[in-house]
């Protein structure tokens, strides 16, 4: 079932993006801080993933967690270092974090140079081992997991404590809220899910490089997060759906990945910063009034 | 010397904050009776919502200290100070733009929720609305309550900074400048508003204020700050007399003649 | 590794050089940081245009002062578009938009470059520019090496004299200050922010060119490098300070140069610019010469 496998593989990708996103609209989205470099997180999950199986030879099961808790652990520090900068320079720092770390990734050998490592075993569950349809399920699980960590995120004092923070920091203290530990909690958690991503990445492509988490890749998340529409639930998953759809469909698009990813990014950012989801868009409007006029409240 | 000060809610000792060269307070010593309204005026650039800001924890002292009561509270960073019971409303509204008002004011009560690590809890249970619902009633927001805080026109921005406050269950609550921009009507409202704070909660209150109605009208007691220094202390009718003050606003020629 | 006096010299000598290349972009940075407020991240993608159309230029007539006109003209025009279509509109948009679009700006732009001129390296071997080495006391130098230094530092000097001496750069000054008073004093705002990007991209037109022809090569993403050490740059000068700019890209390529030497072997190349950045932007964010806000 080759065409199968196809489809297949494409969901496999979508989800895995689409929670690496999560984590970063969580940060950005919710929180307001800025992140250029989200993609150092993915690598971070993906290579201590990599090397926990491969050279530890630790099942799975056990890295999956301990990838989402070096990704946080990271995502704490460039917390604290964020919490004395402001938006520009903190932007500039995430840009320089991305570098540094894919400059570490290449340059000691224990992340495996230019080749990176290679030999990632699939997981194995109950003796079988998950390849295709199996791993999907795996990630869809994970997937649906983050969905609900963001729903209850949502609903809880922590979420309103970043809303509160992304719309005025000064108020926020104000009114009781520690920015410093939030922001703290806020790269950390947007770092974690990138970590599990990592992860889900390592063992889905079985081969992991420095070259994966180029600055290029952040942006690429960059773009897929304010698609969708920064601070959604949704947005995330539809972003990353989208923005790896285009190229399939649209065959010319492969060789222009990047061009495409900037370019959406620039004319979003222009003419619908709150993405396709995001309050008051045009899409949202729409089903708004579809769903008004179908008898729902709003 | 004070014994008045011994009841006092909020006291500074020598609390100066200089910017460079800029003396923004220079050595003020006031102190807040608990249950009083308490005025702070002073020309532009007086020092007045720099006081606010040291108190508040916004900015550290470059030298003295704040007591509040019986604390030292100068040097703790501001979401401390507000969970011990002093809140704020800015010269410049900062609502929070995109969210409610029903969900500014619920941010304010979070106040335990959000220390430790008790933030897991969900924040909008029937308890919490009915307490932001009522704070927002009070202020007289109730039907702006869904409506997003960006919409609000600024006399009713000042009302949610109000509540907004209020929702921290303070015992101080720092005013600057909550009838700029207003109608003499809403004006009339807010005083009403601020004089019943104190009368029905027992809220100790201070208050910047640059018309000078307003303050005179609501102050029990007031400071004059003139570029950082206190130059003056009273009752309204004491300062309205005292020719520094007269002088600090008018110039010279004017204290004189007065 | 023992720090002898021709190694120390010859050390110095290539931090200069690594820090003039820098200075190409990070003048630019810091001006329009100074004028919009905005990381002109973009700027660097004009250093890389620049380099290919005065290639390009230069392939066609062999005439290489030709080159660097037509590269001077390009990058100007580029430099307004990218002022007027992407920065002006955005500057009333929350901050990390047109820092959003500057970066994807600068992105897209080398993409579009590969795809042009393709993505492997370009030779651009200019007969007129000497390449003889002469030993100097232990210390080697190359003719390419004086010739670089020599045009980048005439430039500067030039942008130098600009800022310093004419009406133009004074008023560049006062809008870099404070807006709304320069309008008030009868500024027109809009065409000095014009000028700045006009001369700032000539100059990183002409910088990408210069340094393409003195490592013969161009690649698309040859501003790379270069663009995010000049961040470093403007953090560690001040931002929107252009003594501090100059100063900063001199310290960065210096500095940087001997703790590559003495420390490579512990963390990679890169990877000190970018600390000295983080530490700066933590402890001293307004650097050497700027204002502390």
């Given at each position: 079932?080759?065409?199968?496998?196809?489809?297949?593989?494409?969901?496999?990708?979508?989800?895995?993006?689409?929670?690496?996103?999560?984590?970063?609209?969580?940060?950005?989205?919710?929180?307001?801080?800025?992140?250029?470099?989200?993609?150092?997180?993915?690598?971070?999950?993906?290579?201590?993933?990599?090397?926990?199986?491969?050279?530890?030879?630790?099942?799975?099961?056990?890295?999956?967690?301990?990838?989402?808790?070096?990704?946080?652990?990271?995502?704490?520090?460039?917390?604290?270092?964020?919490?004395?900068?402001?938006?520009?320079?903190?932007?500039?720092?995430?840009?320089?974090?991305?570098?540094?770390?894919?400059?570490?990734?290449?340059?000691?050998?224990?992340?495996?140079?230019?080749?990176?490592?290679?030999?990632?075993?699939?997981?194995?569950?109950?003796?079988?081992?998950?390849?295709?349809?199996?791993?999907?399920?795996?990630?869809?699980?994970?997937?649906?997991?983050?969905?609900?960590?963001?729903?209850?995120?949502?609903?809880?004092?922590?979420?309103?404590?970043?809303?509160?923070?992304?719309?005025?920091?000064?108020?926020?203290?104000?009114?009781?809220?520690?920015?410093?530990?939030?922001?703290?909690?806020?790269?950390?958690?947007?770092?974690?899910?990138?970590?599990?991503?990592?992860?889900?990445?390592?063992?889905?492509?079985?081969?992991?490089?420095?070259?994966?988490?180029?600055?290029?890749?952040?942006?690429?998340?960059?773009?897929?997060?304010?698609?969708?529409?920064?601070?959604?639930?949704?947005?995330?998953?539809?972003?990353?759906?989208?923005?790896?759809?285009?190229?399939?469909?649209?065959?010319?698009?492969?060789?222009?990945?990047?061009?495409?990813?900037?370019?959406?990014?620039?004319?979003?950012?222009?003419?619908?910063?709150?993405?396709?989801?995001?309050?008051?868009?045009?899409?949202?409007?729409?089903?708004?009034?579809?769903?008004?006029?179908?008898?729902?409240?709003? | 010397?004070?014994?008045?000060?011994?009841?006092?809610?909020?006291?500074?000792?020598?609390?100066?904050?200089?910017?460079?060269?800029?003396?923004?307070?220079?050595?003020?010593?006031?102190?807040?009776?608990?249950?009083?309204?308490?005025?702070?005026?002073?020309?532009?650039?007086?020092?007045?919502?720099?006081?606010?800001?040291?108190?508040?924890?916004?900015?550290?002292?470059?030298?003295?200290?704040?007591?509040?009561?019986?604390?030292?509270?100068?040097?703790?960073?501001?979401?401390?100070?507000?969970?011990?019971?002093?809140?704020?409303?800015?010269?410049?509204?900062?609502?929070?733009?995109?969210?409610?008002?029903?969900?500014?004011?619920?941010?304010?009560?979070?106040?335990?929720?959000?220390?430790?690590?008790?933030?897991?809890?969900?924040?909008?249970?029937?308890?919490?609305?009915?307490?932001?619902?009522?704070?927002?009633?009070?202020?007289?927001?109730?039907?702006?309550?869904?409506?997003?805080?960006?919409?609000l026109p600024i006399g009713h921005m000042r009302r949610l900074e109000i509540a907004r406050a209020l929702a921290l269950r303070p015992k101080l609550l720092l005013l600057d400048e909550?009838?700029?921009?207003?109608?003499?009507?809403?004006?009339?409202?807010?005083?009403?508003?601020?004089?019943?704070?104190?009368?029905?909660?027992?809220?100790?209150?201070?208050?910047?204020?640059?018309?000078?109605?307003?303050?005179?009208?609501?102050?029990?007691?007031?400071?004059?700050?003139?570029?950082?220094?206190?130059?003056?202390?009273?009752?309204?009718?004491?300062?309205?007399?005292?020719?520094?003050?007269?002088?600090?606003?008018?110039?010279?020629?004017?204290?004189?003649?007065? | 590794?023992?720090?002898?006096?021709?190694?120390?010299?010859?050390?110095?000598?290539?931090?200069?050089?690594?820090?003039?290349?820098?200075?190409?972009?990070?003048?630019?940075?810091?001006?329009?940081?100074?004028?919009?407020?905005?990381?002109?991240?973009?700027?660097?993608?004009?250093?890389?245009?620049?380099?290919?159309?005065?290639?390009?230029?230069?392939?066609?007539?062999?005439?290489?002062?030709?080159?660097?006109?037509?590269?001077?003209?390009?990058?100007?025009i580029v430099g307004i578009l990218i002022e007027r279509g992407l920065y002006l509109p955005m500057l009333d948009k929350p901050a990390y938009v047109p820092l959003i679009m500057s970066?994807?700006?600068?992105?897209?732009?080398?993409?579009?470059?590969?795809?042009?001129?393709?993505?492997?390296?370009?030779?651009?071997?200019?007969?007129?520019?000497?390449?003889?080495?002469?030993?100097?006391?232990?210390?080697?130098?190359?003719?390419?090496?004086?010739?670089?230094?020599?045009?980048?530092?005439?430039?500067?000097?030039?942008?130098?004299?600009?800022?310093?001496?004419?009406?133009?750069?004074?008023?560049?000054?006062?809008?870099?200050?404070?807006?709304?008073?320069?309008?008030?004093?009868?500024?027109?705002?809009?065409?000095?922010?014009?000028?700045?990007?006009?001369?700032?991209?000539?100059?990183?037109?002409?910088?990408?060119?210069?340094?393409?022809?003195?490592?013969?090569?161009?690649?698309?993403?040859?501003?790379?490098?270069?663009?995010?050490?000049?961040?470093?740059?403007?953090?560690?000068?001040?931002?929107?300070?252009?003594?501090?700019?100059?100063?900063?890209?001199?310290?960065?390529?210096?500095?940087?140069?001997?703790?590559?030497?003495?420390?490579?072997?512990?963390?990679?190349?890169?990877?000190?610019?970018?600390?000295?950045?983080?530490?700066?932007?933590?402890?001293?964010?307004?650097?050497?010469?700027?204002?502390?806000?």
């Open positions: 079932m080759v065409v199968g496998m196809y489809y297949i593989t494409l969901m496999t990708i979508i989800l895995i993006y689409a929670i690496a996103v999560m984590g970063l609209n969580i940060t950005m989205g919710y929180a307001g801080q800025v992140n250029l470099g989200q993609a150092a997180f993915l690598g971070i999950g993906a290579f201590t993933s990599a090397i926990l199986t491969t050279k530890l030879g630790l099942s799975f099961w056990v890295a999956l967690p301990l990838s989402a808790l070096s990704a946080f652990l990271v995502g704490i520090l460039l917390g604290a270092v964020s919490i004395r900068l402001r938006y520009d320079f903190l932007a500039m720092t995430t840009i320089g974090f991305n570098f540094i770390t894919v400059a570490i990734f290449l340059y000691y050998p224990i992340f495996g140079g230019s080749f990176g490592i290679a030999g990632i075993p699939r997981p194995v569950l109950f003796g079988l081992k998950l390849r295709g349809p199996a791993y999907l399920g795996l990630v869809a699980a994970v997937f649906v997991l983050c969905v609900l960590l963001n729903l209850w995120l949502e609903r809880s004092w922590l979420g309103m404590a970043f809303e509160t923070i992304r719309e005025d920091e000064h108020a926020a203290q104000a009114v009781g809220v520690d920015v410093r530990k939030f922001k703290i909690l806020a790269f950390a958690i947007g770092a974690g899910m990138a970590g599990l991503a990592g992860s889900l990445y390592a063992h889905f492509k079985m081969c992991v490089a420095y070259s994966d988490f180029v600055f290029a890749r952040s942006i690429e998340l960059l773009s897929m997060c304010v698609l969708g529409g920064l601070g959604t639930i949704y947005g995330p998953v539809l972003g990353s759906a989208l923005i790896i759809l285009l190229p399939e469909v649209f065959r010319p698009l492969r060789a222009y990945r990047l061009i495409m990813h900037t370019a959406i990014l620039i004319l979003l950012i222009r003419f619908q910063p709150q993405g396709l989801l995001g309050r008051g868009s045009f899409l949202q409007r729409k089903l708004r009034e579809l769903l008004g006029g179908l008898g729902f409240g709003s | 010397m004070d014994l008045a000060a011994d009841k006092a809610i909020l006291r500074t000792e020598g609390l100066c904050k200089y910017f460079g060269g800029i003396k923004a307070l220079d050595h003020v010593n006031i102190h807040v009776r608990r249950g009083e309204i308490l005025g702070i005026i002073g020309p532009n650039g007086a020092g007045k919502t720099t006081l606010f800001n040291v108190v508040s924890g916004f900015y550290k002292p470059t030298r003295g200290a704040v007591f509040f009561m019986g604390r030292r509270i100068s040097g703790l960073h501001p979401a401390k100070i507000a969970r011990m019971g002093i809140g704020r409303t800015f010269q410049v509204t900062r609502p929070f733009k995109n969210l409610t008002v029903l969900q500014n004011v619920m941010a304010a009560c979070g106040r335990d929720a959000y220390f430790g690590l008790s933030f897991f809890r969900k924040y909008r249970t029937p308890e919490v609305v009915e307490e932001a619902m009522s704070i927002i009633e009070d202020v007289g927001l109730a039907d702006y309550a869904d409506q997003p805080a960006k919409v909550p009838t700029a921009g207003m109608s003499a009507k809403e004006i009339e409202e807010i005083s009403g508003l601020v004089r019943r704070l104190r009368d029905e909660k027992g809220i100790t209150i201070m208050l910047v204020e640059h018309n000078m109605r307003v303050a005179m009208g609501l102050s029990d007691r007031m400071y004059v700050l003139n570029y950082g220094k206190v130059i003056a202390e009273g009752t309204p009718e004491e300062i309205r007399e005292n020719p520094l003050v007269i002088e600090a606003y008018l110039g010279r020629g004017y204290a004189a003649g007065s | 590794m023992e720090l002898t006096l021709p190694l120390f010299l010859q050390l110095i000598l290539q931090g200069l050089i690594m820090g003039v290349i820098y200075a190409t972009i990070a003048l630019g940075l810091t001006m329009v940081y100074g004028l919009l407020r905005i990381l002109h991240i973009a700027h660097a993608s004009v250093y890389t245009w620049g380099a290919y159309v005065a290639l390009t230029v230069y392939l066609a007539t062999h005439n290489i002062l030709l080159a660097i006109l037509a590269c001077s003209v390009v990058c100007a970066v994807a700006t600068y992105l897209l732009m080398c993409e579009l470059c590969a795809n042009v001129w393709g993505h492997y390296p370009l030779g651009f071997h200019v007969a007129e520019l000497p390449r003889e080495s002469y030993n100097v006391g232990g210390v080697i130098i190359g003719t390419h090496q004086l010739v670089l230094l020599a045009i980048i530092s005439g430039l500067i000097v030039v942008l130098w004299l600009i800022i310093n001496r004419t009406k133009a750069g004074l008023a560049s000054r006062a809008v870099a200050q404070d807006q709304d008073v320069a309008k008030v004093m009868g500024i027109n705002v809009r065409k000095i922010v014009d000028f700045n990007f006009i001369v700032s991209s000539i100059l990183a037109g002409i910088g990408g060119t210069l340094v393409g022809m003195y490592y013969a090569e161009l690649k698309p993403y040859m501003g790379d490098v270069v663009a995010y050490k000049a961040l470093v740059v403007i953090v560690l000068g001040g931002l929107g300070s252009v003594p501090g700019a100059i100063v900063g890209s001199l310290i960065l390529g210096v500095a940087e140069t001997f703790l590559i030497a003495l420390f490579g072997h512990l963390l990679p190349r890169e990877a000190f610019a970018f600390i000295i950045m983080i530490v700066l932007l933590l402890f001293r964010p307004q650097g050497l010469f700027g204002r502390a806000e």
